[in-house]
């Protein structure tokens, strides 16, 4: 998922740059957004005991009505952080807080094992645009609301490829893969430019989700885990907008 964000982020910045003699000076009509957006986000509830502060990047389509600003669309966002506080093998290490490793020679070596936060949201949205300025009616407080699902699991990896116990199918036992319906509101400001200026969003993002693990088994408790949980996700988000405006007779695409 991380190639598709990071390809999506170089098509967006690279594209007005490609195209900029076809840039609009009216931004009145109907738009086709696309977006590309890096958010820092500090989690709180029962998300907080497994990790700490992550970073997400993530992208974006909408489409904004010419009248009453009404935004409609779709979004998902990579969340990524080394800020694992749960050690879910604990139960495996040595008393020194070690794994002992098998490089193919016997055992006695210690295995190089580090922790990650891995996950992604995924779902729509609707909001509203309210306008600021009579001068430019589509720049303004950006409020949108949004329901969809939230992953994440602890990535384990292996960097010696020596720790057989965590090897292959096992980390599965181990990586407390879980998901859920989330809900998802933000709150900041949008512009989008008349001309060939910069076309922009900023604002606070919070995400209350609904989850439990998806594992059939967890070795760290040596049970199913059935725990319901509640995730919140609080932080804030930059994006970049391509826009993509809809003419008079409504097949006119232009930019």
């Not at 080394?82 to 490089?103: C, H, P, W, Y």
Request: with cysteine; hydrophobic share 35%.
């Amino acid at each position: 998922m991380s190639r598709t964000f990071i390809l999506l982020f170089l098509i967006l910045v690279c594209h007005p740059i490609c195209c900029m003699a076809q840039s609009s000076s009216n931004n009145a009509y109907s738009v086709i957004l696309f977006n590309t957006s890096y958010g820092f986000h500090v989690p709180s509830a029962d998300l907080s005991d497994r990790f700490g502060s992550n970073f997400s990047i993530g992208g974006s389509i909408e489409y904004l009505t010419e009248k009453g600003n009404w935004m409609l669309g779709i979004k998902g966002n990579n969340l990524f952080s080394q800020n694992v506080k749960e050690d879910v093998l604990a139960t495996i290490r040595t008393s020194e807080g070690f794994l002992i490793g098998n490089s193919g020679a016997g055992t006695g070596q210690f295995a190089v094992v580090v922790l990650r936060e891995r996950g992604f949201y995924v779902g729509g949205l609707i909001g509203k645009l309210f306008t600021l300025s009579k001068k430019n009616k589509r720049s303004g407080i950006r409020a949108t609301i949004g329901a969809g699902l939230l992953q994440h699991k602890i990535r384990i990896q292996d960097e010696s490829g020596t720790a057989q116990q965590i090897a292959g199918d096992y980390k599965e036992g181990y990586d407390q893969l879980s998901n859920g319906l989330a809900l998802e509101q933000f709150i900041g400001y949008q512009h989008l430019s008349t001309n060939r200026g910069a076309n922009f969003f900023a604002g606070f993002e919070f995400t209350q989700a609904f989850t439990k693990s998806r594992r059939n088994s967890n070795f760290v408790t040596r049970t199913k885990d059935n725990t319901k949980r509640i995730d919140v996700l609080t932080g804030f988000r930059i994006g970049w907008t391509i826009p993509f405006y809809v003419g008079e007779k409504g097949e006119d695409l232009f930019y």
